[in-house]
């Protein structure tokens, strides 16, 4: 009698077990996203409650800033039209408080990282970003340091104090004609645009910099045929640009360009690659993988997400850390992997005739 009194307990205290186990199992499922799942392991019973794959990625790893675009300053003394940076602010970051983000980023795996503006040779006559590179290749030790410029403000001073820490030199060229040059904005006083790339050019030559050359392709230049030109500068690289609208930047009501004008069909663009397909330096790079492969860090530090086509500010890396920001930066990984974000970008790597 008492055996059978126990054995009903025993019944009804694992059927109330089982269903409390239950309740609590989906109660916990039903708080994703957490970072984890609550484990409700209990010795002898089977999972009683509905549960997703174990293989579930709870929390996606975020994306390793491989290669970093660092926009510290939005002024320029270019007025180009279709500029998607544009000077909105003045602000530039303390040169103590950039290296202790550019530290930063090196802890979470940087290893190439491109300054740019903005013009960058406007910030202290060009011994802030001078100080950067230095401090980027002799005390991070990265592989890769390169700038993006127009080049009008550099000078030789500056290669013989800070050259031999500068991987890669870009400089925006955007025709050989310096009329569609004044046309487009790229052009300040009486400086000759398409002559001061030649100069820079053999400088680079002189202080072992790779030399680079980038093109935004627009209504004003999309006719142009540009081979001969690149073929006798000879860059390691010739970077292609479809002209890209962002709103708030160089589209829309609030911003401070309208680059409607200078807007190429999908199709324009794909002639004028057609017409420079010998060109054996030439790096095509149309607005979709432009937009979402780029790891875009402003004036604050902020990765900025443009798949809105706007340019959507994380928080600072300052104030987060490189991990928490970049979640919101809207990077796309494989799509820098696949348009060959990452090549040899080290001049060490390099075989150049310099």
Same mark, same amino acid.
């Given at each position: 009698?008492?055996?059978?009194?126990?054995?009903?307990?025993?019944?009804?205290?694992?059927?109330?077990?089982?269903?409390?186990?239950?309740?609590?199992?989906?109660?916990?499922? *039903?708080?994703?996203?957490?970072?984890?799942?609550?484990?409700?392991?209990?010795?002898?019973?089977?999972?009683?409650? &509905?549960?997703?794959?174990?293989?579930?990625?709870?929390?996606?790893?975020? &994306?390793?800033?491989?290669?970093?675009?660092?926009?510290?300053?939005?002024?320029?003394? @270019?007025?180009?039209?279709?500029?998607?940076?544009?000077?909105?602010?003045?602000?530039?970051?303390?040169?103590?408080?950039?290296?202790?983000?550019?530290?930063?980023?090196?802890?979470?795996?940087?290893?190439?990282?491109?300054?740019?503006?903005?013009?960058?040779?406007?910030?202290?006559?060009?011994?802030?970003?001078?100080?950067?590179?230095?401090?980027?290749?002799?005390?991070?030790?990265?592989? *890769?340091?390169?700038?993006?410029?127009?080049?009008?403000?550099?000078?030789?001073?500056?290669?013989?104090?800070?050259?031999? @820490?500068?991987?890669?030199?870009?400089?925006?060229?955007?025709?050989?004609?310096?009329?569609?040059?004044?046309?487009?904005?790229?052009?300040?006083?009486?400086?000759?645009?398409?002559?001061?790339?030649?100069?820079?050019?053999?400088?680079?030559?002189?202080?072992?910099?790779?030399?680079?050359?980038?093109?935004?392709?627009?209504?004003?230049?999309?006719?142009?045929?540009?081979?001969?030109?690149?073929?006798?500068?000879?860059?390691?690289?010739?970077?292609?640009?479809?002209?890209?609208?962002?709103?708030?930047?160089? *589209?829309?009501?609030?911003?401070?360009?309208?680059?409607?004008?200078?807007?190429?069909?999908?199709?324009?663009?794909?002639?004028?690659?057609?017409?420079?397909?010998?060109?054996?330096?030439?790096?095509?790079?149309?607005?979709?993988?432009?937009?979402?492969? @780029?790891?875009?860090?402003?004036?604050?530090?902020?990765?900025?997400?443009?798949?809105?086509?706007?340019?959507?500010?994380?928080?600072?890396?300052?104030?987060?850390?490189?991990?928490?920001?970049?979640?919101?930066?809207?990077?796309?990984?494989?799509?820098?992997?696949?348009?060959?974000?990452? @090549?040899?970008?080290?001049?060490?790597?390099?075989?150049?005739?310099?």
């Amino acid at each position: 009698m008492q055996l059978a009194v126990l054995g009903r307990l025993l019944s009804v205290g694992r059927a109330v077990l089982a269903a409390l186990r239950g309740r609590l199992g989906a109660l916990c499922w *039903s708080l994703a996203p957490l970072p984890l799942p609550l484990p409700l392991s209990l010795p002898g019973w089977r999972d009683s409650a &509905p549960r997703p794959d174990r293989e579930r990625e709870w929390d996606d790893a975020p &994306p390793t800033p491989t290669s970093v675009n660092y926009h510290f300053t939005r002024q320029c003394n @270019y007025k180009c039209g279709f500029c998607f940076h544009t000077a909105k602010t003045s602000f530039v970051l303390p040169l103590e408080e950039a290296k202790r983000g550019l530290a930063m980023l090196k802890e979470a795996g940087m290893e190439k990282i491109n300054f740019s503006g903005g013009e960058p040779f406007l910030q202290d006559r060009g011994e802030f970003v001078g100080k950067l590179v230095q401090f980027c290749k002799q005390e991070l030790e990265l592989p *890769s340091v390169s700038i993006v410029s127009n080049g009008s403000l550099i000078r030789k001073q500056w290669f013989e104090k800070y050259g031999e @820490y500068l991987d890669i030199l870009a400089i925006s060229c955007d025709s050989f004609d310096e009329d569609v040059n004044v046309l487009i904005g790229r052009r300040q006083g009486k400086k000759n645009h398409v002559e001061n790339l030649h100069k820079l050019r053999q400088w680079c030559r002189e202080h072992a910099v790779a030399f680079k050359i980038n093109s935004v392709i627009n209504r004003f230049n999309v006719e142009e045929d540009m081979n001969e030109q690149i073929k006798a500068l000879n860059p390691v690289r010739w970077k292609v640009f479809q002209c890209l609208l962002i709103e708030g930047e160089n *589209s829309g009501e609030d911003a401070l360009r309208e680059a409607e004008k200078f807007v190429i069909s999908d199709e324009d663009f794909d002639r004028f690659l057609d017409r420079h397909k010998d060109v054996s330096c030439l790096v095509p790079e149309s607005n979709q993988k432009m937009r979402d492969s @780029y790891l875009i860090l402003d004036e604050y530090m902020r990765f900025l997400n443009c798949r809105n086509g706007r340019k959507e500010p994380s928080k600072s890396i300052l104030d987060v850390g490189v991990e928490a920001a970049i979640k919101f930066s809207g990077f796309d990984e494989k799509m820098f992997l696949r348009r060959g974000g990452k @090549y040899v970008w080290s001049k060490a790597d390099m075989k150049l005739d310099w």
